[in-house]
């Protein structure tokens, strides 16, 4: 079980961050400064999303992105932003983002590091114009040597063997959620003094949750298994003896997050409602496996609606998985269901 990492509300993620180094033997201080330097690219982000509906009324807002360019659709600048970001971090030796078919390699002049990161700029942008909560997820992994850098083979990785893993939430307030191996911490930003302060130690998701998130337009493309284990939510068989609340944002992040906090389960199962997704929608390797690893860090659960999500080993960068994700004992029901063991 994770550490309990006690640290006073309040703490600023940079003290949260020191603290842990004093209590991480092997803690080499380059991860919080990695950590750092995506909280500045959140930030940046966290300014253009908040201004995303004005652009229309005001017209550009005159705003440069940091390579001097007009700001363009907000998950290409998300995207920019963290690529630049990261190439320069000197803590990188190849990244891979949602938007970017390929591995990206940190230039020879630049300086390297031995982390490479997979990540999701900005999960959930089709939303960003009806000002619905949206998210970037990140995965980091120990590179597997130099010569490894930009090989495919040091991306397809299990998820059992991230270093950290976490999201920022774009809504009501800007979120971090993180964990490094040493449970699940959420820290809120304060515009006012631009600091990630925490205000979710040690997240710990209910074992047992109230809702279930799904699209339940493609009930129709359901295959049996399918259609049980999200019908056991919408019965009077469960725990609770009644049918959960139903609760859907449209964007994993917002979903996730909600359900971490109040316990629940979010399915995205694989569904012939659109062939090339057939495998399921969401990307393993970006946003699964990082997800997974802080549901798991929380008490909570993830599979593919047959196995454990961390313990998958990618085969292609961009490869998509059915997901449940949540409450333990609802992932275990659903995916108990989903293999026929239940009803
Ligand atoms: P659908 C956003 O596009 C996303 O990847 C997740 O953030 C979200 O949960 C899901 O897809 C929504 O997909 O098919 O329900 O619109």
């Known amino acids: 079980m994770a550490n309990k990492i006690k640290h006073k509300m309040g703490t600023t993620i940079t003290e949260h961050l020191l603290l842990c180094e004093d209590e991480c033997p092997t803690a080499t201080g380059q991860f919080t400064r990695l950590l750092s330097e995506l909280i500045i690219g959140a930030k940046l982000i966290s300014r253009e999303v908040n201004k995303a509906g004005l652009v229309d ?9 940091v390579q001097g360019e007009k700001v363009r659709k907000l998950d290409d600048f998300a995207d920019q932003v963290f690529i630049w970001r990261m190439q320069r971090s000197g803590l990188l030796c190849a990244l891979s983002s949602e938007e970017n078919e390929s591995v990206i390699e940190v ?24 000002n619905v909560s949206i998210g970037t997820i990140f995965s980091i992994h120990h590179s597997l040597g130099t010569s490894e850098c930009g090989s495919i083979e040091n991306f397809l990785r299990r998820g059992s063997e ?14 971090l959620v993180y964990t ?26 209910p074992p047992q949750g109230k809702i279930y998130s799904v699209n339940e337009s493609y009930s129709l493309y359901w295959n049996e298994q399918t259609t049980a284990a999200i019908n056991y939510f919408k019965s009077d068989r469960n725990h609770l003896g009644k049918p959960y609340t139903s609760r859907y944002v449209g964007s994993l992040v917002a979903d996730f997050h909600r359900n971490l906090l109040y316990g629940g389960i979010y399915m995205y199962p694989a569904d012939s409602h659109d062939p090339r997704l057939s495998h399921g929608k969401l990307r393993l390797l970006c946003e699964a496996a990082p997800m997974a690893f802080i549901a798991e860090q929380g008490g909570g659960a993830a ?24 409450s333990r004992a609802d992932v275990e029901m659903a995916t108990a269901i989903m293999q026929g063991k239940n009803s």
Not at 107 to 130: K, Q
């Open 57 to 65: 009324i005001l017209g550009l807002t005159g705003d440069v992105n």
């Open 107 to 130: 230039p020879e002049n630049l300086p390297r590091g031995n982390y490479i990161i997979i990540f999701d700029p900005l999960d959930g942008s089709s939303n960003i114009d009806a």
């Open 162 to 175: 991230q270093v950290a893993a976490g999201y920022f939430l774009y809504g009501s307030s800007t979120i």
């Open 180 to 205: 490094a191996g040493q449970g699940v911490h959420g820290f809120t930003l304060d515009p006012s003094v631009g600091e990630f302060l925490l205000s979710h130690p040690n997240i710990q998701i």
């Open 303 to 326: 599979t593919n609606g047959a196995q454990r999500i961390l313990d998958i080993k990618a085969k292609d960068l961009h490869e998509r998985t059915p997901l449940f994700i949540g």
